[in-house]
């Protein structure tokens, strides 16, 4: 079995129920798929990226968390497995999932049909803020 601790490794979320979450949800992933296919197609987005890239002016509070992927398997296991998650509530739809979190944080999982550009972080793929901005 393959451990994924990168977020906690690299304190990504200062909420470290956050880290340990993406943690658990990426060690799911890349054992139900394999390492190479989730780490290239579930990217983190929005906001996060941007901080992550260290984007000047952009605040550092956030509610929101968006991760995207233009892999249809990826995206059906996360529909399909997003019950299983503690949460506040979910909603799923043909391209998107809301996940209200107990941390009050609300992650979005989109579907993307094209491809995005990216940038690795030590292991973790970003969505490259110039196609974000």
């Known amino acids: ?8 490794q690299l304190n990504v979320f200062e909420d470290q129920r956050l880290n340990v979450f ?8 890349v054992n139900t798929f394999n390492d190479s296919q989730v780490k290239q ?5 929005g906001k996060v990226a941007l ?13 929101k968390i ?15 497995s997003s019950k ?7 909603l799923v739809s043909d391209e998107l999932i809301i996940l209200r979190t107990v941390t009050d944080h609300n992650i979005y999982f989109n579907f993307k049909k094209s491809a995005m550009e990216t940038i690795n972080m030590k292991g973790i793929r970003l969505r490259k803020s110039t196609e974000i901005i």
């Open 51 to 63: 901080i992550l890239q260290e984007v000047e002016n952009i605040p550092s509070k956030f509610t």
């Open 1 to 8: 079995m393959i451990y994924y601790d990168n977020f906690s």
């Open 22 to 29: 993406f943690n658990q949800l990426f060690t799911s992933l």
């Open 41 to 45: 197609n579930l990217i983190v987005d």
């Open 84 to 90: 299983m998650f503690t949460s506040k509530g979910i």
């Open 66 to 80: 968006e991760l995207s992927t233009s892999d249809p398997e990826i995206f059906r296991y996360l529909k399909v």
